[in-house]
């Protein structure tokens, strides 16, 4: 049975009170992966919205181990927690490498290649806001196409954003997901999953930040449904190589009509200035991506 709010477990590893902005995903994200971890985790984090969230010594927001690494290092220390915890036959505890877009797809990235290349048993998961919002909304390699920054205040980002499940793929890992906050019970069930498979494991979270995409800190559930919605974020698992859709994408699978990828933006003050022929091209960009992942979901589902 899939979880959801009535059938999640009561015990909470997240403190009332913590320093994170007002509306910030990312406590939404690590109550629930936390719930599904049973509070059995060593966190590894780099410098990032999640360390503002667990706290400054001596105080903390979390009840779990939290380890504060180098921004580059993130995965290369939590591979060492998990050989030391191997060691002591301790392999009941996960270690998970938690990191925004920024300390994962590029500062941390290789040391993320490196873990999953040696099938460290790490469970690696990025919350993607989008920008490095932790030191001033600056663009990175995440950042979505025409979007403003303070380093890209004027036109916005003239790139599309890197596709980092598909990097991770291409390592062979045994666990690949995606998530969002706006579908809470989807994530546990995912982590709850990967937490029982051995080797690297890779949870890609889309994390709407309300100060950094500029919307009213009360919309951030809203916003994080819209971009499954409108189909700018797709909910999906590779599990050994298998690709299926899942939750809320899954039933969208069944429709011919959706929201276009405007109804997402327009409500984001970081695209007040797209003007029309970038918007055609994120809208061409999720149509194609979807048209792949149906297939792929199809094609899998077929064997």
């Not at 060492?80 to 590029?106: F, H, Y």
């Not at 990175?140 to 890209?152: F, M, N, V, Y």
Request: net charge positive; with cysteine; glycine share 10%.
């Amino acid at each position: 049975m899939a979880t959801n709010a009535l059938n999640l477990p009561e015990n909470e590893y997240l403190l009332p009170g913590n320093r994170a902005c007002a509306g910030c995903s990312v406590g939404i994200v690590f109550r629930h992966l936390s719930k599904a971890l049973e509070g059995k985790a060593i966190f590894v984090v780099p410098a990032s919205c999640f360390t503002v969230l667990c706290g400054m010594y001596p105080t903390a927001s979390v009840t779990v181990p939290v380890m504060n690494s180098v921004f580059p290092g993130t995965a290369a220390c939590a591979s060492g927690i998990a050989a030391s915890l191997k060691k002591q036959g301790r392999e009941d505890i996960t270690v998970v490498a938690m990191a925004g877009d920024g300390g994962t797809a590029d500062i941390g990235i290789q040391g993320l290649s490196g873990a999953a290349e040696r099938n460290a048993n790490v469970f690696f998961v990025c919350y993607d806001n989008e920008a490095y919002m932790n030191t001033g909304t600056q663009r990175s390699g995440l950042t979505p196409l025409g979007a403003r920054t303070s380093t890209t205040p004027t036109l916005g980002k003239g790139q599309f954003p890197k596709d980092m499940p598909a990097i991770v793929e291409a390592h062979d890992v045994p666990y690949i997901a995606t998530a969002s906050p706006g579908y809470p019970g989807d994530l546990y069930d995912k982590v709850r999953k990967a937490r029982a498979i051995f080797g690297t494991r890779y949870m890609h979270i889309n994390a709407p930040c309300p100060a950094g995409w500029q919307f009213a800190p009360g919309q951030t559930v809203a916003m994080a449904k819209s971009a499954v919605e409108t189909r700018a974020f797709i909910l999906y698992e590779i599990e050994n190589g298998k690709f299926r859709l899942t939750g809320r994408s899954l039933a969208l699978a069944g429709k011919d009509k959706f929201p276009g990828i405007s109804e997402f933006l327009r409500h984001q003050g970081r695209f007040s200035k797209l003007d029309e022929a970038l918007a055609a091209q994120l809208q061409a960009r999720v149509e194609e991506r979807w048209r792949q992942a149906v297939a792929r979901h199809i094609a899998c589902e077929q064997q």
